[in-house]
């Protein structure tokens, strides 16, 4: 029979590193770390205008069963963000507003789930943000082991225990702990040019100039004509 664990430990980022991070968004820190840790678009945000950044609690469980979310809620404090994935592709609401209330009573920030969560007008209202590939009434039993705390794949990135995730409006990304402040450092480097690029931009200067594009729209022998020759 296959092993089931709940791990108690994790070891998580330091909260300027992460607050760093959040104030960036998903985007910005996404071009800091390289372009990795970006899930895939199939994972959306239920509300709108929300960002949040935290420690991955991980959970891994079997489809149509939420057991192990119900473990998880224990080993998780407060600046956490729980990540279900399930061990094979399901839409089935298995998170509604019961469980958002016992993560919240645990300061747990929000909600990613390779999986369908329900209850979500109760969700909105409530302000328990969730980034979910589906929503869909379907419920789902207590009934069959797996794991809370293991590494995770969600819509096909991978996800460990105290990976410092990242969501907003754009999306959800991760980055390992222990890259956090290196990638913070490159974030905070972005916003200060991006700043000066929006002054520029917004004073009319155009992006082929501000990136210095022309010799290369040359190079690559696009032509500036008045009228499409005949
Ligand atoms: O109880 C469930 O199975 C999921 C749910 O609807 C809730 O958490 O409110
Ligand atoms: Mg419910």
Do not use: F, L, M, N
């Given at each position: 029979m296959a092993s089931h664990y709940v791990v108690r430990h994790v070891d998580r980022a330091a909260p300027d590193t992460v607050a760093v991070l959040r104030d960036a968004g998903v985007a910005t820190v996404h071009e800091a770390a390289g372009r990795t840790g970006l899930l895939g678009p199939?994972?959306?945000?239920?509300?709108?205008?929300t960002v949040i950044a935290g420690s991955a609690i991980t959970v891994s469980c079997p489809p149509g069963d939420n057991l192990m979310i119900h473990a998880a809620v224990e080993v998780c404090r407060a600046g956490d963000v729980l990540v279900v994935t399930t061990t094979s592709p399901s839409t089935d609401g298995m998170f509604g507003d019961l469980l958002a209330t016992s993560l919240r009573a645990r300061g747990v920030l929000g909600l990613v789930i390779d999986a369908g969560v329900r209850d979500i007008a109760t969700l909105r209202k409530m302000g328990f943000p969730v980034w979910s590939r589906a929503v869909h009434a379907q419920g789902t039993v207590k009934a069959s082991p797996g794991s809370v705390n293991v590494p995770v794949v969600a819509d096909g990135q991978i996800i460990r225990p105290g990976d410092i995730v990242v969501a907003d409006d754009d999306g959800v990304l991760a980055v390992p702990a222990t890259s956090g402040a290196e990638v913070a450092a490159a974030a905070a480097t972005r916003l200060a040019a991006e700043t000066g690029k929006r002054a520029k931009l917004a004073a009319g200067t155009l992006g082929v100039d501000l990136y210095q594009l022309r010799p290369l729209l040359a190079a690559l022998g696009v032509q500036y004509v008045d009228r499409l020759p005949s």
């Open positions: 199939a994972i959306q945000a239920r509300q709108s205008g």
